[in-house]
C-alpha cells in the first residue's frame, strides 16, 4: 500500500508509553514470569518494530505475531529474540521458520501428521521449535483430549528434528467480570498440564486481561498485547490495576473550512441537511485509511472542542461541524487528546460498536506513522 506522506494526516506514537506501560504491569506481574511482546498486525496499528524496540527497553524477552511473514519482518530487521508465531503455519514454509529460528504452534494432530510427512523434504537444520497449542474452551485451535495432547506430545518428543519448546492455551473471558468460565479453561489447561510426563520451557496461558486481573494465569510467561499499547482490554467493563498510556494517536488537518448556508447537503446521499448556515470543514481522512465509514455522527476534536462528523464519511475525506471558523491547517484530532480533551480509542470503538482493538488495527498503511522521539522513522 502506498503511504501518503504528503497529506497532513498521521498516526503518531509515543514508545516511550509502551515501555513504561510494560514496566508498570511488571510491578504486578511475579518476577519469575517472562514476557513476550504480542506486536502481531504491525503492532496493533502501531507499528511492528517500533513496538518491539520499545518493549525491549521494558525487558521482554520474546514476541508473538500471528504470521510467519510477520515474524520475518521482525527478523529481517534486526530482531534476535525468540518469536512465537501464534497460527499455524503451512508446513511447507516450515524450512523458514527453523532457519529463523522461530518457534510455532502446533494446534492439531492433522498438522503434525502433514509435518511428518513432510520434514524429510524440509532442510531443517536445527529442530523446529513447537508450542503445543491445548483448546481449553476458546473453541478455536488446539488440542483439547488428554489422549491426543499425550500421543502429539510423545511424537515430538521423540523426534530428531523436533523440539517441543512450549505449551499453552488462550482464554476467552478473563476480561469479563464473571470469573467462572475463565476458572473452567483455568482448571482444564492445569488438568492436561497434569497428564505430560514433563512440562517443557515455557508454559503459557495469560493474554493481557488475565496479567491484570488474574494473577497471570498459569504458566512462566505472559503474552502481553492490548495493555502494552495503553488500552483496557476489557474496555471499561473492569477497573485497571495499574495506570495504562494510550500509544496512539490520530491526527490530522482542517483543509478546506467554508460557511454553507441553511438547507446546504453535506456529502454522498445527502444524508446531512444544515438547518442554518454552518462553518463545515473538510479533514483528508477516510474509510481507505481505516477511519470506518459507520463514525458518521460521531465526532473529532479542533481546538479542545468536540466537532460533529457530518454527512457519510468518503474513502478519503470527511466533513465536521465546527463551532466557529478555524484557520486552515488547523490541528484535528481524531485518537487522542486536544487541548486538554480526549477522544479515546474505546470512544471510537463504543460509536462504531466494535473494540478498540479492531479501530486500531484497521487503521491502514495509507497513514504515516510518525514515532515521538525518532520522528523520521516510517
Ligand atoms: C493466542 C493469543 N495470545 C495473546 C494475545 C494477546 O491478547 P491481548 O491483546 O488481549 O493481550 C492474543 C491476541 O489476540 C492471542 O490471540
Known sequence: MITGWHRPTRIIVDPQKITENILSQRKIIA???????????????????????????????????ALLDEALHLRENGITEPILILNMVDPQFLSLASENNLSVTCGNQEWLDQVLAQINHLSIQKPLKLHLKIDSGMGRIGFFDEKSLQKAAQIISDHPQLELEGIFTHFATADEADEEYYQH??????????TLPQLPRYVHSSNSA????????????????ISMYGLNPSGSAL???????????????????????ADTG?????????????WIGTVPIGYA??????????????????????????????????PKKFPLGTKVTLIGENRGKIVSAQDVADFAKT????ICCLLSDRLPRIYLGERDQK
Open 31 to 65: 518476577p519469575d514470569k517472562e514476557i513476550f511482546a504480542v506486536v502481531k498486525a504491525n503492532g496493533y496499528g502501531h507499528g511492528d518494530l517500533a513496538v518491539a524496540k520499545a518493549a525491549l527497553k521494558a525487558g521482554v524477552t520474546g514476541f508473538c505475531v
Open 185 to 194: 479453561q483455568l482448571s482444564t489447561f492445569k488438568k492436561l498440564l497434569d
Open 210 to 225: 488475565a496479567a491484570l486481573w488474574h494473577e497471570a494465569g498459569v504458566g512462566n510467561m505472559i503474552r502481553m498485547g
Open 239 to 261: 477497573v485497571l490495576p495499574v495506570n495504562l498510556q494510550p500509544a496512539l494517536e490520530l491526527v490530522s488537518e482542517l483543509i478546506q473550512v467554508k460557511l454553507v448556508p
Open 266 to 278: 453535506i456529502s454522498y446521499g445527502k444524508t446531512y441537511t444544515t438547518d442554518c448556515p454552518q
Open 289 to 322: 485509511d481505516g477511519y470506518l465509514r459507520s463514525l458518521q455522527g460521531f465526532h473529532v476534536l479542533v481546538e479542545g472542542e468536540l466537532c460533529e462528523i457530518v454527512g457519510r464519511i468518503n474513502m478519503d475525506q470527511l466533513m465536521i461541524h465546527l
Open 355 to 358: 473494540i478498540h482493538y479492531e
